[in-house]
């Protein structure tokens, strides 16, 4: 069993940078694929961006590729989530997630944090 926690949201204008983190306990986070995601009332749960367990292999949503950078520290059972030139359509509840292999589907993620809410003011 994985429990997982977000940190880093807030209130943040156009433009502006945030770093959220992902901390995991009650298990390695190194066995996991990990994942980011988000949502907005009314909407589905967006996939953001993951990362292989190891950090070889990334993949990133087209809404967000060249503004967010993913990556982890399995010495530390951290997951971060780097995102820079943000834009008022990234205000979301941010989640993130743990999964056997990489994918972009939240259907496969077993372990979900209770997210982090992100704003960003135009």
């Known amino acids: 069993q994985v429990q997982l926690a977000e940190s880093g949201g807030g209130f943040v204008q156009a433009g502006d940078s945030l770093r959220l983190s992902c901390a995991a306990s009650?298990?390695?986070?190194?066995?996991?694929?990990m994942g980011w995601f988000r949502q907005t009332p009314g909407k589905e749960r967006e996939f953001i961006a993951n990362?292989?367990?190891?950090?070889?292999?990334?993949v990133y949503a087209d809404s967000v590729k060249g503004r967010f950078i993913i990556s982890r520290d399995n010495a530390k059972n951290t997951v971060y989530l780097q995102m820079n030139s943000l834009k008022p359509e990234d205000t979301a509840v941010y989640y993130c997630?743990?999964?056997?292999?990489?994918?972009?589907?939240?259907?496969?993620?077993?372990?979900w944090g209770q997210g982090t809410q992100v704003t960003v003011s135009s």
């Open positions: 990362i292989r367990w190891d950090s070889t292999n990334s």
């Open positions: 997630a743990a999964a056997n292999q990489l994918s972009i589907w939240k259907n496969e993620y077993d372990y």
């Open positions: 009650g298990r390695t986070l190194s066995i996991y694929a």
